[in-house]
């Protein structure tokens, strides 16, 4: 199978100021727009590059971007049907140094989290956009591996390039969802992250032909952050926790 993850669809009110968040804070294009009672736009970033800036393989995996869907009054911004408790949990996005990103963000007036390392995962902060979806940035390095060997470039307002590099789901029956993912739609899984001091589990999948240096040990991770391409991210609670099932909420009020 030749599938790519082209789009990741979200619903949203206010599109003029949602549209120019993205585009003014973190460099995203809007490719598409439908001018129709349905208005679809689409942001992302047509170029996807790899840890040096370079400009990526055709032969990887082609950008993901957001298709944005913005009806009508009925979409409001109570109706964000994500978060910590819900199926769909964020998006992250990668780059080089979230320090340095925070910073800019904090100086336009957004409230970001404070960065941390987060266990043996990765470098992160958190922030919510205008229509309450939860954005996660993500670094390459660990903390305690970030050596600053770039320097930040005017042309992207973050400083660096950035990549949608997670779109994070949170599932109740891990074995379900996985044989969906990896036996149906023949993704490859990527990475199983342990987190005990929590409860949970990540896994991550992508279509690719790429394969991870090493054996899920702990350096993988600093791998995965690089992947100039969009992962799955399942987070299962081991048994511990239930989400509730995912309801389309604009489709209940039709």
């Known amino acids: 199978m030749n599938f790519k993850l082209a789009h990741n669809i979200l619903r949203i009110t206010n599109p003029n100021e949602f549209i120019q968040f993205y585009l003014n804070n973190f460099g995203m294009q809007n490719t598409l727009i439908h001018n129709t009672s349905y208005n679809?736009?689409?942001?992302?970033?047509?170029?996807?590059y790899d840890e040096n800036f370079n400009k990526t393989s055709s032969a990887l995996p082609s950008p993901t971007f957001l298709e944005l869907h913005h009806a009508d009054a009925v979409t409001n911004i109570s109706m964000v049907n994500s978060g910590s408790v819900n199926v769909y949990w964020k998006m992250g996005i990668t780059l080089h140094d979230v320090d340095h990103a925070r910073e800019i963000l904090q100086s336009k007036g957004i409230k970001t989290s404070d960065p941390s390392q987060f266990e043996d995962i990765g470098y992160v902060c958190h922030l919510t956009d205008p229509n309450g979806f939860i954005i996660e940035l993500l670094q390459?390095?660990?903390q305690e591996t970030f050596l600053k060997k770039h320097l930040p470039e005017e042309n992207f307002p973050l400083g660096y390039p950035c990549c949608i590099g997670q779109i994070t789901l949170q599932v109740n029956d891990i074995d379900k969802t996985q044989r969906f993912y990896g036996d149906v739609l023949g993704m490859k899984l990527l990475s199983i992250q342990e987190v005990p001091r929590y409860g949970f589990t990540l896994y991550f999948y992508a279509w690719t032909d790429e394969d991870p240096p090493k054996s899920d040990v702990i350096s993988t991770r600093e791998w995965l952050w690089k992947r100039p391409y969009t992962t799955i991210e399942l987070r299962y609670f081991d048994g511990t926790k239930q989400i509730p099932h995912f309801t389309d909420i604009y489709l209940k009020t039709k």
């Open 140 to 142: 390459h390095h660990f």
């Open 40 to 48: 679809v736009s689409l942001l992302g970033y047509p170029t996807n």
